[in-house]
Every structure is written in C-alpha cells, then in structure tokens.
C-alpha cells in the first residue's frame, strides 16, 4: 500500500489470499496433498476395516492421525495463502523517498533498492525469482508450499515441518504393526483387499512415512536452528551478516509499543529464545504457550516503518 492504494504486482491474490502461480509449485503443492490422502487412504481402507482385536487401541491411533492430519494441512494451507512479507512495487520514487524523510521513518539509514521490484528493498529482504517480489528475511522458497518461507508464514512452514514428521512417525509405527499383524494372522482378517494388494500398500506407505519423517525432521531442525541464530537460509549460504543484530523486535498492532526488545537488561531470556518468541507469539519474557502450536495463531510482525507488506 501506497500513498493509499495498492499498487499490484504479477502474482500473488486470489482474492484476499496471496498465492503464487508458479507451475512447478502448483504440481508440488498438490502432490503434498495426493501423499497425505493416501496415508489417509490406508488408514481408513486398510487399519481401520482389520478385526483387530484391539478396537481401543486401533481407535486411540486413529484419533491420533486425525488430529495430525488435520494439523498438517492447515499448517501448509496457512503457509501456502499467506503473504510470507512481500514488499510492495513501485516505492523507488522520489515522491515517496521525500515522504519517508518527512514523516523520519529511517533516519538516515541507507536505503537498498531493488530494479527489479521497482521498491525501495528493507534491510534482509531478499529478491525471490518464482513469486517475482521482494520478501522480507526471506529463507528460501519452498515449492511443497509453493511459496516463499519469510517473516510473515515462517512459523506456519515450522509447524508443517513438525506435524508432518510427527504423522509420519505415527504412521511409520501404525504400519510396521500392522504389516506384522497381518503376516502373523495369515492376512485372513487384514483388510478388504487381497494380500498381494494390502502387502503392496503397506510397503508403499512405509517408504512414504520413513522418507518424510526424516525430511521433515532435517527441516524441523534448520528451522529452528535458523531462528535461534536469526540468520536465515539465503544468509547462510551467502554469509550475509552485516545487519544490526539487536535480537528480532515485534510491535503489537495499532500501539507502539515493543513487546520484544533485547536491549532491555531488565530481560534475562536469551536471544535465541527470544527470537522463537517474536516468531511463534509473545515477547517481553513470556513462557512457552500452547499458541505456538496453533497454525492459525500468527504473530503480528512489525519492523520499521517502511518495511510494511503489501
């Protein structure tokens, strides 16, 4: 938003939800979803249709996998439709140069611009070339949620990240459990399908579940890694480390007031978990709270006063 009106770019609304139209990430972002209604396939057509003698035990699993289904996808839908901190186009004019030093928005920092956005481009923003915008601290862009992982959707991609290798793993249990079941009962109450076609299933979704528990487990972990350094993946590898590191800062909406500062020495939390504050909510020295674990609680996020999204 500019000067009061929005200024569009190529990509990225359908109607109020930012989306990239990005061929490749269109085909990932679906196929995600393909390999997660197959777990859910095998569990209603295979796990759920066996005589087991156990039904507490099979109804206990079955809540179990719901729940992370569930979790999972919103966690990637929410990922998928936020705007990760795009900056808007066209800002790079002296009209809105001049409006900044009035109103001293910058005081006198350097302003970096970017001629392909045709914007004035904030301090760890970073060009992406799929969604054709500027994203602020952008990690990378990840095709599976065919979109950017940047300030705004980063914890939105963490949870993806952490409820699908919890389903994973839970799947991986439920299947190694049943396979042994069904060799052991000779596969007469196994499931509505023929031997040769349930052994196929169970093999198909046990390398589904091994290959992406430990993909998702790696990524979990850079992740985290990456917010408590506050360095993210595109610094990494281009050892970008010239900010002024002061810790992340959030400010709550419509106030200005800092609800994160790490200058403050009357907050003894470290910086790396203050980062994880401003990133999954809450700041000024509060615990961990079960809202980190909500995909549709985002924290608000604020830096200066030009390094607004659109």
Not at 205 to 228: D, H, K, P, R, Y
């Amino acid at each position: 938003m500019v000067g009061g009106r929005r200024i569009p770019g190529k990509n990225n609304f359908c109607g109020r939800n930012w989306c990239v139209y990005d061929a490749c990430g269109i085909v990932c972002g679906l196929f995600t979803w393909l390999l997660l209604s197959y777990g859910q396939f095998c569990i209603l057509a295979i796990m759920m249709t066996s005589f087991e003698d156990n039904k507490i035990h099979q109804s206990i699993n079955f809540l179990i996998f719901e729940i992370l289904f569930v979790l999972s996808g919103a966690a990637h839908l929410k990922t998928m439709f936020t705007d990760p901190g795009a900056v808007p186009k066209g800002t790079l004019t002296e009209e809105y140069i001049a409006q900044l030093e009035k109103e001293q928005q910058f005081n006198g920092t350097v302003l970096y611009k970017c001629t392909k956005c045709s914007s004035i481009k904030p301090e760890r923003a970073h060009h992406c070339s799929v969604c054709k915008r500027c994203i602020r601290r952008m990690d990378h862009h990840c095709p599976w949620v065919n979109n950017c992982v940047g300030e705004n959707n980063q914890k939105c991609f963490v949870l993806f990240t952490f409820y699908i290798s919890l389903l994973s793993c839970h799947t991986l249990y439920w299947a190694i459990r049943q396979f042994v079941w069904c060799v052991g009962s000779d596969w007469k109450p196994c499931s509505v399908f023929s031997p040769p076609a349930t052994t196929i299933l169970l093999i198909f979704l046990l390398f589904e579940s091994v290959l992406f528990s430990i993909f998702t487990a790696v990524m979990f972990g850079t992740q985290i890694s990456a917010i408590c350094s506050d360095q993210t993946g595109i610094e990494n590898i281009k050892q970008e480390r010239n900010w002024n590191n002061n810790g992340r800062r959030s400010v709550k909406p419509n106030t200005n007031e800092d609800i994160e500062n790490c200058d403050n020495n009357n907050n003894k939390s470290s910086p790396a978990w203050k980062n994880l504050q401003v990133v999954f909510g809450g700041g000024g020295g509060q615990k961990f709270s079960f809202k980190w674990l909500n995909p549709f609680d985002v924290p608000y996020h604020s830096e200066k006063a030009f390094e607004f999204s659109v």
